[in-house]
C-alpha cells in the first residue's frame, strides 16, 4: 500500500509556473510508475503526465507537452510536477496517482491522492 499527499497547488497569472510535489508513505515507492491526473470544473479527469518507476521514461498529455516536466526522487519518495507557461485552461483539481505501469488510463492507477487545486488567472 502506499498514500499519497499532493501539495504545491495555487492561484497563478496566465505564463507563470507552479511545481506541485506528490509525497508517498511507504517503502514500496520504487516500485509504482506514477501519473498526475486532473479535473477540470464540469469535465472529465484527463491524464496529464506519468513517469516509470526508475524515472528513465516519461509521457505526456499533448495539451502540457513542452510546458510541464515530471520527475521523481526515489529516495525521498516523491514526484514533482513542474508546470511552466500556464494557461487558464489548466485550472483544475492536480490528482498524483500510482499504479504498476506509466500509463495514460486512469482506472490502471490503484492508488491516489486527494488532490491540489491549480488556478490560473487570465
Known amino acids: 500500500q502506499v498514500q499519497l499527499v499532493e501539495s504545491g497547488g495555487g492561484l497563478v497569472q496566465a505564463g507563470g509556473s507552479l511545481r506541485l510535489s506528490c509525497a508517498a508513505s511507504?517503502?514500496?515507492?520504487?516500485?509504482?510508475?506514477m501519473g498526475w491526473f486532473r479535473q477540470a470544473p464540469g469535465k472529465e479527469r484527463e491524464f496529464v503526465a506519468a513517469i516509470s518507476r526508475s524515472g528513465y521514461n516519461t509521457y505526456y498529455a499533448d495539451c502540457v507537452k513542452g510546458r510541464f516536466t515530471i520527475s521523481r526522487d526515489n529516495a525521498k519518495n516523491t514526484v514533482l510536477l513542474q508546470m511552466n507557461s500556464l494557461k487558464p485552461e489548466d485550472t483544475a483539481l492536480y490528482y498524483c496517482?500510482?499504479?504498476?505501469?506509466?500509463?495514460?488510463?486512469?482506472?490502471?492507477?490503484?492508488?491516489w491522492g486527494q488532490g491540489t487545486q491549480v488556478t490560473v488567472s487570465s
Open positions: 496517482a500510482a499504479g504498476l505501469m506509466p500509463t495514460t488510463i486512469e482506472i490502471q492507477y490503484a492508488h
Open positions: 511507504g517503502r514500496t515507492f520504487s516500485t509504482y510508475a
